[in-house]
């Protein structure tokens, strides 16, 4: 059974930091998927942010680029995703999970809460 448990949000003023961590687990060959984090806004659709492969390659959303940055460790089976510089937009409840995703694997999520 695949399991994520998202962790690390909370609310913050704008322009702090907070860093997420996704716990994986039952997850076979963890190391060669690639893991993502995705984020829904209030009224809106999840989409990705950032996302790692398995050997390292990087793709962010326009919209963090340069304030999150997102990092994996596969012994551990976990994924981070380090933001900075918040902005009130970052505000929703972030998943990870596999890219493309998994509907069975998304976990609770971590509410951010960005206040202006």
């Known amino acids: 059974q695949v399991l994520m448990v998202e962790s690390g949000g909370g609310l913050v003023q704008a322009g702090g930091s907070l860093t997420l961590a996704c716990q994986a687990s039952?997850?076979?060959?963890?190391?060669?998927?690639?893991m993502a984090w995705y984020r829904q806004a209030p009224g809106k659709q999840r989409d990705a942010v950032a996302r790692i492969d398995g050997v390292g390659r990087i793709h962010y959303a326009d919209s963090v680029k340069g304030r999150f940055t997102i990092s994996r460790d596969n012994a551990n089976k976990t994924v981070h995703l380090q933001m900075i510089g918040l902005k009130p937009e970052d505000t929703g409840v972030y998943y990870c999970?596999?890219?493309?995703?998994?509907?069975?694997?998304w976990g609770q999520g971590t509410q951010v809460t960005v206040s202006s």
């Open positions: 039952g997850i076979f060959r963890f190391n060669a998927m690639v």
């Open positions: 999970n596999l890219h493309p995703p998994i509907k069975h694997y």
